[in-house]
């Protein structure tokens, strides 16, 4: 199987494109997406945040702290290390464009249901110190080489939506 890979000039081109849509727009294209292979996303590979949710207060906290104007935030996308499948759980890390601390929040990665449509995609765990909330992302390949992905927290809390979604993201799989 032949994997797209992009120049970096032209991984920029599809976040900048798809950063200009809602998030109805981007979750018309994630339904339209498929589970991808570890082969397609293998390496680092650039990112963006893109919508969050209007209706997740919670989300826009999240936002700020992880993707917002700070010093240590400036999140640039994601490495996938080790192979996943349905039966094997790799692993990644993710990349922060900045010099103090660039390689942090660690994950777990397999395919398996996305909790909002029950069709496969790719799971990206992540584990947080607090008892009450974990994180993960629910990923699709939208387009060869096109990872988009909903961003969601978990909440301990039983008087709080679970999943909460918070906003959604992209990587672009580039030549390495």
């Given at each position: 199987m032949e994997v797209q890979r992009y120049s970096e000039e032209e991984a920029q081109a599809i976040m900048d494109r798809l950063q200009?849509?809602?998030?109805?727009?981007l979750h018309e294209?994630?339904?339209?997406?498929?589970a991808p292979t570890f082969k397609e996303i293998a390496g680092a590979c650039p990112g963006m945040a893109l919508a969050a949710n209007p209706e997740a207060t919670w989300g826009k906290k999240v936002w700020e702290v992880f993707y917002g104007d700070n010093p240590l935030a400036r999140w640039s996308g994601m490495e996938f290390i080790t192979p996943f499948d349905t039966?094997?759980?790799g692993t990644g890390i993710n990349i922060y464009g900045n010099r103090i601390w660039n390689r942090r929040f660690k994950f777990e990665t397999f395919i398996t249901k996305a909790v909002f449509d029950q069709e496969p995609c790719l799971r990206?765990?992540?584990?947080?110190?607090?008892?009450?909330?974990?994180?993960?992302?629910?990923?699709?390949?939208?387009?060869?080489g096109v990872l988009l992905a909903q961003g969601c927290s978990k909440k301990g809390y039983p008087w709080k939506p679970n999943p909460i979604f918070l906003f959604y993201w992209v990587t672009v799989a580039v030549e390495q």
């Open positions: 200009k849509l809602s998030c109805d727009d294209l994630f339904k339209q997406g498929r039966d094997r759980i990206i765990n992540y584990r947080f110190p607090s008892f009450q909330t974990s994180g993960f992302d629910d990923a699709r390949m939208i387009e060869d």
